[in-house]
């Protein structure tokens, strides 16, 4: 069963810092995996897309990873700003399969 | 407009109604997508079109649930008998072809009282 993980559910840290955020997946025959951001009572708002030859995507201040023999992606925010308080969901498109599977995301939180 | 467009953005309606939700995809994108998602959880998929053709229709969860695209761009979303838990978020989304970069809609909240 293709699952996908997200830890920790939520995050909590004060403007500036570097954060990073986890996302598993069980099944390493990934097509694509993709980053998004949801504002509440918002839909999701695409951050960046790697493709499964790819090891990193880079998009100002963000900056994703894929590890496909460990089965994890990482989400790189630098300088963090109040303005990227929100839920962040991966998703992941596997190989045969007609769909997302998303995680559940973590909400963080930039303190001013 | 440039992006997935969802109407209504909100829908009330009594158990036992049936209700339409519509998805207007960006231009150009073959490939679209429903999804439903409860608060606090990452979004379930329901059904996925290639063209005017249901390609997968696995994650609709009975028989009430039905969706068509019948000219290969606006969908619509019809859910029949309306059941208290079928209150959530439905999002819609497009790609220009299968797993390619998603693009989300607003989402309707469906509530069902």
């Known amino acids: 069963k293709q699952e996908v993980t997200q830890i920790p559910a939520a995050l909590s840290v004060p403007e500036g810092e570097n954060l990073v955020l986890n996302c598993s997946f069980t099944?390493?025959?990934?097509?694509?995996l993709q980053w998004f951001r949801q504002d509440p009572g918002k839909g999701l708002t695409s951050l960046l897309l790697?493709?499964?030859?790819?090891r990193e995507q880079t998009s100002g201040r963000l900056n994703a990873s894929l590890d496909k023999s460990s089965g994890r992606s990482t989400l790189y925010i630098a300088a963090s700003q109040p303005g990227d308080s929100a839920t962040y969901l991966c998703?992941?498109?596997?190989?045969?399969?007609?769909?997302?599977?998303f995680g559940s995301g973590t909400k963080l939180n930039v303190k001013p | 407009g440039a992006g997935v467009s969802q109407t209504p953005s909100n829908k009330v309606t009594e158990k036992g109604k049936y209700v339409e939700l519509r998805c207007d995809p960006i231009?150009?994108?073959?490939?679209l997508y429903w999804y439903r998602q409860s608060l606090g959880q990452g979004p379930e998929f329901l059904i996925y079109?290639?063209?005017?053709?249901?390609?997968?229709d696995s994650g609709l969860p009975n028989d009430r649930f039905f969706a068509v695209r019948p000219e290969g761009s606006v969908s619509t979303l019809k859910i029949q008998r309306t059941e208290r838990g079928d209150s959530a978020v439905y999002l819609c989304?497009?790609?220009?072809?299968?797993?390619?970069?998603?693009?989300f809609g607003q989402g309707t909240r469906l509530t069902v009282v």
């Open positions: 790697i493709q499964s030859s790819q």
């Open positions: 099944d390493s025959a990934i097509y694509n």
């Open positions: 989304a497009s790609s220009k072809t299968r797993n390619t970069e998603a693009f």
């Open positions: 998703a992941v498109a596997y190989t045969g399969f007609n769909k997302f599977y």
């Open positions: 231009s150009g994108h073959t490939a």
């Open positions: 079109f290639q063209g005017t053709g249901a390609a997968d």
